[in-house]
């Protein structure tokens, strides 16, 4: 079975800081990952997808960026935090149009 | 320009009741639709979906319909119990780029079933 994993959990960053998120997943081969963000009180909005090693798209102009190093291991970094970084911050793999998401991260900048 | 909309931000049923949770949407090339149900500080879970050459899904407890003309899904879920209280979004895919399926959420509805 397919297992999806994000480390970390929680993370308090200041403002400035960089900011790597690790996405790994187990059990499937080539899958199309994805990087998602929940702001408080809003919907999961879509920042990056990419469909197979260093091929990235992404969604919405921002501070953040992604990387896909391995074929199961998708990455989302940042030089500097801002403010409005915050929010919690879900990976997700998906085959055809359903998508699969891992437990997510936390991040508060201050 | 929100292209799926859930109008309820919260929903209350009493334990054994039907909840329907409902969606609509804009967008006529979203092909495939999906439900998702989420607890606090926790991913989202994938609970059932359908394609829009379809009318009605059905998988145990939980049943989505489609109406197209009406660009319009609901969840049905049959008897609600205390456990399912969460978040259920909605969701509808349209393929982008080739290969890519890029699904675009609702903000959520909050499904509260008291015992």
């Known amino acids: 079975s397919q297992t999806i994993h994000q480390w970390p959990a929680t993370l308090v960053q200041p403002v400035g800081s960089p900011l790597s998120l690790e996405c790994t997943v187990e059990g499937t081969s080539n899958p199309n990952l994805y990087w998602y963000r929940q702001a408080a009180g809003r919907g999961l909005q879509l920042l990056f997808y990419s469909v197979g090693i260093g091929q990235i798209s992404s969604e919405v102009p921002q501070n953040l960026s992604a990387s896909r190093p391995q074929d199961r291991q998708f990455i989302l970094s940042s030089k500097k935090l801002l403010l409005s970084d915050s929010g919690f911050y879900l990976c997700?793999?998906?085959?055809?149009?359903?998508?699969?998401f891992g437990p997510g991260t936390r991040l508060t900048v201050t | 320009d929100q292209q799926v909309k859930q109008n309820s931000p919260s929903l209350s049923v009493q334990e054994g009741r039907i909840s329907i949770l409902n969606c609509d949407y804009t967008n006529s090339m979203f092909d495939y639709f999906l439900w998702y149900k989420k607890y606090p500080a926790e991913g989202p879970t994938f609970l059932i979906s359908?394609?829009?050459?379809?009318d009605k899904n059905e998988d145990g407890r939980f049943t989505v319909f489609l109406n197209k003309s009406a660009k319009h899904l609901s969840l049905h879920i049959v008897p609600s119990q205390p456990g399912d209280s969460a978040v259920y979004f909605c969701?509808?895919?349209?393929?982008?780029?080739?290969?890519?399926?890029?699904?675009?959420f609702g903000k959520g509805t909050l499904l509260t079933v008291n015992p």
């Open positions: 997700a793999w998906g085959v055809a149009a359903e998508q699969y």
């Open positions: 359908i394609s829009s050459i379809k």
């Open positions: 969701a509808a895919s349209e393929i982008s780029g080739g290969s890519n399926y890029k699904l675009t």
